[in-house]
């Protein structure tokens, strides 16, 4: 890949190379575009890919070879795929060119020529296929494929797409995430990209409350989690899904759709809860707990045929005014008795 649409040339340049000989052959030493590379060994049968930037390193972008075709966790390992990638340091030019591939020795084993009529900066690579060079989608680690040529049909029970439903409960005015979990049962390493259309329904009491449908992209991976919802009131709900398009004939649809009943809970304040539970509460069994729980949002509540009034705690002034009055009319009362005499 001469040119990436993906990421910069930096980062996202890289070679393959695959040995059709007999023998395992041992590439120390070994150049491409004139530069090295690091030293492996390609079996028999395999492919190896030489990155520009395998695992990203210390420069302001977070792209790489392992970050766009692996796992992004950056380390390459078989969590990645399921063949060999190392890191070499040549520079491909963004035009006409020929590369080479020489040996320990110097001596030239392969080359490689292009031109820009074709995987320049279109998110495609040069191929060879059937001894032709042509641009197609990259398939690194696997038999190369041209965009011209027919893809092979899917091997019989390639693909069988389930959909579950993921939640049980959730809170009014709330927003619910991942309603679903759409898994590939028939998953392989490097399956290619595929996206998949899930329509669903919210009932409430039978009623239609709220439907939509979402689009997922599987991007190497079993399974994955989608949907979301804001329910607007609280109660039993009833949820829906059904996978309706995927690029290919899944081989079980008896599991593309799924229902759930789902529990709605009222998002309430604390002041109601607290009046809930005591109107919900017999008057015998009132606790005093719950009382003053009541009593501090300062207003009445009630239980049964019972109505209890806040209770206020008087200020400091009127305690001391309250003080100072009974002052003066004890000093009035010893004056008048004081008189009688």
Known sequence: MYNPGQCDDYDCEWVELYNDENLTINLSGW?????????????????????????DGTDADNESFEAFWGNNDRVWNSLDGNYTAVDGNFS?????????????????????????????????TWQLVNENWCGGSPTPGLANACADEEEPPPEEDQYDLELEVKI???????????????????YKTNQPYMNVTV????????????????TVQFKQTKSTGTGNWTPQSFGEYRLCGKITDAPFEDNDEGNNDACEDITVYENKTAFED????????????????????????????????????????????????????????????????????
Request: glycine share 6%; charged share 20%.
């Open 274 to 341: 607290v009046q809930e539970n005591i109107t919900n509460t017999t008057e015998g069994n009132v606790s005093i707990t719950e009382k003053q729980n009541a009593a501090k949002n300062g207003r009445d509540y009630t239980i049964g045929n019972y109505t209890w009034a806040t209770k206020t705690t008087p200020s400091t002034a009127v305690l001391l005014f309250v003080f100072v009055l009974l002052i003066l009319v004890v000093s009035l009362l010893l004056t008048a008795a004081g008189t009688k005499r």
């Open 31 to 55: 150049t491409i575009a004139n530069k090295s590379f690091d030293n492996v060994n390609i079996s028999v049968g395999e492919y190896l890919i030489i990155a520009r930037e395998l695992i």
């Open 92 to 124: 491909l030019i963004n035009g006409n060119n020929i590369i080479y591939l020489n040996d320990s020795g110097g001596v030239p084993i392969a080359n490689a020529t292009y031109d820009t009529s074709a995987a320049n900066g279109d998110n495609n």
């Open 168 to 186: 049980q409960n959730a809170t009014q005015n709330v927003k619910a995430k991942n309603l679903f979990r759409l898994t590939n049962l028939d």
């Open 199 to 214: 329509e669903f329904i919210v009932k409430l009491n039978d009623d239609v409350e709220y439907e939509d449908e979402f």
